[in-house]
């Protein structure tokens, strides 16, 4: 044995399962079959396999949460733009109606406990109601017919600074027999305080 060289040797893949293999150390010497080797060597690589097989998973399972986060988020976005669309489109629907209201009614009248509201001496919006009035110490019930009719040239009206605001308009209010039924009470107010109030007179 001692004239073999190493290369004489059968390599280690041409043994059979139940040949031998000697582990030495300083102190003892040991032997395993080739197969007990086999066995633990496929299963250290099976065990890697499944590491990182389970690795891509948890991977894949963090960029899915990623995803369906983003797409959340994206719907979110478009809920509330879509939300804020229709809020712009009410308002402007709104500020329409109340500008076209303003460009249209110059004057008011009550007839029969109802509010009519006026432009050019036509009726634009009503009846509005039902009001009612009462006429004196006896507590009969009576209506009344009122008519405000604007006497300025614009149905706007514009005050710069401190100057006065010049109010030009027509009161007339009736009982039910068409009869006279004194001076009205009028109220002046801006950004909804009342500034003023005073007494008008019919005609």
Do not use: C, W
């Not at 043994?15 to 007990?36: F, G, H, R």
């Not at 949460?65 to 983003?70: C, D, G, I, L, S």
């Amino acid at each position: 044995m001692a004239d073999k060289r190493i290369s004489d040797f059968p390599t280690l893949t041409d043994a059979q399962d139940d040949d031998l293999i000697l582990v030495s150390s300083a102190e003892d010497t040991y032997n395993m079959k080739v197969a007990t080797l086999k066995k633990a060597t496929a299963q250290v690589a099976e065990d890697a396999v499944q590491a990182a097989e389970n690795a891509v998973a948890q991977v894949q399972a963090v960029q899915d949460k990623a995803a369906a986060a983003q797409s959340a988020a994206e719907n979110a976005g478009d809920e509330a733009a879509a939300a804020l669309e229709q809020v712009g489109a009410l308002n402007g629907h709104l500020a329409g109606i109340v500008e076209g209201m303003a460009a249209k009614v110059d004057g008011a009248y009550e007839e029969n406990g109802y509010l009519y509201l006026t432009s050019g001496g036509e009726v634009v919006a009503g009846p509005l109601g039902p009001f009612s009035g009462s006429g004196g110490g006896s507590g009969t019930s009576s209506g009344y017919l009122v008519s405000l009719k604007n006497l300025l040239p614009s149905r706007t009206l514009t005050v710069s600074g401190e100057s006065a605001a010049l109010l030009r308009f027509a009161y007339t209010s009736a009982d039910e027999d068409g009869e006279d039924d004194g001076p009205g009470v009028g109220t002046v107010t801006l950004g909804g305080a009342r500034k003023a109030t005073f007494s008008i007179s019919q005609g």
